[in-house]
């Protein structure tokens, strides 16, 4: 049996001998004494930033997220925000997990110890409303509390610039870097509750702030005369908030758009940290869809949409040519909503001659192909809502283009400027508008997405990852990417490689990044990137087919092919 990693077992001891950790946390940790295994994945590093800024599961440790790693990245982003404003302010937000609104408020008093304000919201609020939040109060900073779709025992915490976009890799290294300057947890200033609002330190965020996001939202909307006169009643929609903060922007964005008919999965209606009715509150999978799907075959809906705990994904199920429901991928509805999107404001003479879509370098080129026939410039980035967050300021600043339209693979969209964060509320919006445009032409969503194919070609793609845990699934993860990069194939399946693009030094003028993809001689590709929020290791895969049945083949034969030398280094 291999010793236990030596730089663990003096981090565990150091906290139980640390007089600033409280005697429930000590507690805990004592109990795991002779738990060789749990101590070294509690302690075997610190939490870092990725592409989502800390995430983690929750418990005691430095590889956990707790007050105390919590209070330390707050110390250290409240150092930052004093260099940066001579009177600065975070807005905080927070979804519905365990354990959110508790450290909400704690990093809250944290910044007020430290002079800083900090606007707090009352209750959970969508993380692009955080976003938009810091933009409208010209906040030095943004954090919220969530681990996105991940599991139960998951949370995180991300920061954001003045912008209202996450930090970019410039910002988020002075930020870890002023929290590596905390070096110990007696370093961690706190105010009292009752200190901070006396003080005006902390300051709290509600209604005014909801409608001044539901309105700025709804006002996306390209056809909402339409939708009031008629359009929007005769759409059926169900919405499933999936336990999380979507459920009263949602409606109150479709509702204000003119979409009335909308029904709602009564049993993932309220927060629920647990997400007690999903085995994972991800809208990428049908699972998460199951009661969704149940209740539209009661009502006959047209389009079912679901958003995950933090409200920042969108996924949407619609009925085949079978009548059967079937879940969207990102990437198709992102195209529909391209298709849609750049078509009415062309049909109207609204679209601009700068227009650009952005999108990331793992998303269908589908889209991008739409956005080009539009006559739009497409632009890619690195994986992570905040490089498109970071265009659309670079965009705002040098009019060079005019934002349209950004998405991800992952489920992420965002029409209009108002945010710097993938927004699932805009997304439900959209994609409702467009389905309920459509049926009054007599074809569903599906129907669309047939036509998209015939015109653009049988884009597939698809996304296989491996969860490696601990200190062992790092290594493992590295090797891999080392295996990958240090002999990359010159084939694959019989076809030939034409291009290796390794992004790692940096690559067309995006920041470097752990990233490898291989182009292909028939026009497919795929992609190896570990998960700066997980540990996970993904692998995209993307073919454009004749047929829709000879695209199916061609993907499930490429991504048999390239798990194969995945699996057998993992």
């Not at 919201?121 to 991940?150: D, E, Y």
């Not at 939708?227 to 005769?234: F, R, T, V, Y």
């Not at 390794?502 to 497919?524: A, I």
């Amino acid at each position: 049996m291999l010793e236990m990693n030596q730089t663990a077992v003096e981090r565990y001891e150091a906290w139980l001998a640390d007089p600033s950790i409280d005697a429930a946390t000590k507690e805990e940790l004592a109990a795991l004494r002779g738990n060789d295994k749990e101590i070294e994945d509690r302690f075997y590093r610190e939490l870092e930033f990725g592409t989502g800024g800390l995430r983690g599961v929750m418990g005691a440790g430095t590889n956990r997220l707790n007050v105390y790693t919590v209070g330390k990245a707050t110390q250290g982003l409240a150092n930052w925000t004093l260099g940066k404003s001579s009177k600065p302010s975070v807005v905080i937000a927070h979804d519905s997990r365990n354990n959110s609104p508790e450290f909400a408020l704690d990093a809250a008093l944290v910044l007020a110890a430290n002079g800083v304000t900090a606007y707090l919201f009352k209750s959970l609020r969508p993380t692009p409303q955080l976003s938009f939040a810091v933009r409208a109060l010209g906040a030095t900073s943004g954090v919220v509390i969530t681990a996105s779709h991940n599991p139960p025992e998951y949370n995180g915490y991300k920061a954001y610039g003045s912008d209202g976009c996450q930090l970019v890799p410039a910002d988020a290294e002075q930020v870890i870097g002023a929290i590596q300057a905390v070096t110990g947890f007696d370093q961690v200033k706190r105010m009292s509750r009752e200190d901070a609002e006396a003080q005006g330190l902390l300051q709290w965020l509600g209604e005014a702030e909801d409608q001044d996001f539901i309105r700025t939202v709804a006002a996306q909307s390209l056809n909402s005369e339409l939708l009031k006169n008629g359009l929007g009643e005769a759409l059926t929609v169900v919405y499933t908030p999936l336990h999380g903060a979507g459920n009263i922007p949602v409606r109150e964005v479709l509702a204000a758009a003119g979409l009335s008919n909308v029904h709602i999965v009564a049993e993932q209606e309220q927060p629920d940290g647990y997400f007690s009715t999903v085995k994972s509150p991800n809208p990428e999978e049908r699972e998460a869809f199951t009661l969704a799907i149940k209740l539209g075959q009661e009502v006959g809906a047209d389009i079912m949409i679901g958003t995950d705990p933090d409200c920042d994904r969108m996924g949407a199920v619609v009925r085949n040519n079978d009548g059967e429901y079937v879940v969207l991928s990102g990437n198709q509805s992102g195209a529909i909503m391209v298709h849609y999107l750049l078509g009415t404001l062309k049909d109207r003479g609204q679209l601009p001659a700068n227009g650009v879509v952005v999108k990331t370098i793992v998303t269908s080129e589908m889209g991008g192909d739409i956005a080009a026939s539009y006559g739009a410039e497409v632009v890619n980035t690195l994986t992570g809502f905040k490089y498109i967050g970071e265009k659309i300021t670079q965009y705002e600043k040098s009019g060079e283009h005019s934002f349209l339209f950004g998405y991800e693979e992952s489920y992420g969209y965002l029409a209009g400027t108002y945010a710097r964060d993938k927004d699932a509320v805009v997304a439900s919006l959209l994609i409702c508008e467009a389905a309920a445009y459509y049926k009054s032409q007599g074809k569903t969503l599906y129907d669309v997405l047939l036509e998209l194919y015939a015109q653009y070609g049988y884009f597939m793609e698809h996304l296989e990852s491996r969860t490696l845990k601990g200190v062992d699934g790092v290594q493992q993860i590295a090797g891999i990417m080392q295996d990958w990069r240090g002999n990359p194939p010159t084939e694959v399946g019989g076809v030939r490689v034409t291009k290796v693009l390794d992004y790692l030094p940096g690559l067309d003028g995006l920041p470097p990044e752990n990233v490898l993809k291989y182009m292909l001689e028939d026009g497919s590709w795929f992609c190896l990137r570990p998960s700066g929020t997980e540990p996970k290791i993904k692998v995209y895969v993307a073919v454009r087919g004749q047929s829709l049945s000879q695209a199916q083949d061609a993907i499930k034969a490429l991504t048999e092919t390239v798990m194969q030398r995945v699996d057998s280094k993992a």
